[in-house]
């Protein structure tokens, strides 16, 4: 599929389990199941309209078509036959992959979106992770930095300094949400949203908003940025996209639900190839060699989620995004 001036009513994905509807006359977008409609409802709460929204803005400006993933992954149901995973992707010639993923039961809905660049390009990739219970919702909303702003103080500057406004506007409504471990932090930025809150229709109003407004961020950013030339940033990027790939798909916290809903040899597919595809493809190191604290005996992984042991319990930047710890 190519979104571009002008497309048509109706494009059919590769894999025909996945419609994307449009309509020329106003850009709406309809996500849906070739059998049914899914509705991700949960205490009220939808997230579908989070994602038709990010792609409507999207294809306003970029030149969206499926990406190779669209093929393999488009649909899965748990091992209780009732949870539903709904999942897209797709790609542009700046960026490598754009997905999505929502999961839907009577208890839960979860909503994965992110977006990640071509090593060509250094901008952060977009990340939104919300999970929505009947009593609690957890957020973590940023444009994780692609290159460790402790080392990289030009790059904090060049991408972070004009939009912490945007943090701002949203960080009384959406407080710090509690511990972070010190090996996490180091992939968040300044503008992080990591909260917790219980549903009402002014917070997921608020966090719709939100949403749109550091993707809309994100995006301008894909537009604006120039290919790399120079040999070495492009490796230095596809490293540290690498990295960032490495330490996702082996301590991400959705792993458990993940492998609850599905089992462990689907669960880690899934997290591999879809979530955090590049792993496998953009770089050989392992997670020892990016992470050699975590080995432990017979060169295997430690399970535990921290090994320095220090956590932040309070937002650990100023009002301008200066790290403070």
Known sequence: MEFGSSFGTCFKAANPSVLISTISKNRNISLRSKHQRFSFRVSAVSYKKFAESALQETIKRVVLEPSPLQERYSS???????????????????????????????????????????????????????????????????????????????????????????????????????????????????LVMWTRFSSSHEKHNALFSAFLEYYQAWLEMTIQVKEEMEPSQV???????????????????????????LGEAKAKALLRDFLFNGVDELGTKAFIDYFPEYEIEGGTVSDKRSIIGKSFETRPWDSNGRFIG
């Not at 542009?92 to 039961?105: D, G, H, Q, T």
């Not at 990640?116 to 973590?140: G, H, L, R, W």
């Not at 490796?235 to 458990?256: F, I, S, V």
């Open 76 to 190: 899965m149901t748990g091992l209780d036959g009732k949870t539903q995973l709904q999942m897209l992707a797709f790609k542009s010639p700046k960026i490598r992959l754009l997905r999505s993923m929502a999961i839907e039961n009577e208890t839960i809905q979860v909503f994965d979106f992110a977006g990640f660049m071509k090593p060509e390009y250094d901008i952060p990739i977009f990340c939104a992770n919300f999970f929505t219970s009947a009593n609690m919702n957890i957020v973590v909303l940023d444009l994780n930095p692609l290159h460790q702003l402790t080392d990289h103080t030009n790059y904090q500057d060049k991408y972070y300094k004009n939009i912490m406004s945007i943090y701002h506007k949203y960080d009384e409504i959406f407080p710090w949400g509690g511990k972070l471990t010190g090996e996490s932090i180091k992939f968040f930025s300044p």
């Open 235 to 261: 490796r230095a990027n596809r490293e540290a996209q690498h990295k960032y790939l490495t330490w996702r798909a082996q301590k991400d916290p959705g792993h458990a639900l993940l492998r609850k809903l």
